[in-house]
């Protein structure tokens, strides 16, 4: 249950958050608990939908983001944000099951996307703590340094999430996938 009330509606949200309810709305044919429940705070939805939009316009594709999602989610044990991404992941990006459970420990089937997948999770387990190697290896996977940033700030996102939805304790509005605190 969560620790403060989550809006039930749309129409329970400070007027400033509608519009971006609406928008997710439009985008996903509902609107998930923590996005009702950061509309809470308008300024709070906006900074994360603005932060989320201009990574989704970004050089990452949906998939690689989302095998981030799944990485930091299970580093910082997240169970709503895994929950989240799992379905999203499966529904919107494409993954199949084998992919989502590599993600989910911090790697991924694809050798390229491997790099990034590695890369964040040992940003997220050691508090942005990276070698000199460990950015030499996602180069030598093929990423920019533009594709680098993303996906530092990927991993800056998803923290906010999950600390967002692990310290509100935010109901699980998707097909429940606990995640494993990673070590």
Known sequence: ??????????????????????????????????FRLLATSPQALEGYHGLNGALAKGKLNAAT?????????????????NSAHAYFAANLAMLDAAEIAANRD????????????????????????????DLQSVRLAGYSDAEIIEIVVNVALNVLTNYVNDVFKTDVDFPVAEARRAA
């Open 106 to 133: 911090g790697r991924s089937n694809d050798p390229k996307a491997d790099a990034a997948v590695r890369l964040a999770r040992k940003i997220a387990a050691e508090r942005g703590s990276v070698t000199d190697a």
């Open 1 to 34: 249950m969560s620790r403060i009330p989550t809006p039930t509606s749309i129409d329970e949200v400070p007027v400033s958050a509608k519009p971006l309810l609406e928008a997710v709305n439009s985008k996903f044919g509902k609107v998930p608990n923590m």
């Open 65 to 81: 983001r989302e095998r981030i999602a799944l990485a930091v989610a299970n580093v910082n044990g997240c169970t709503y944000c």
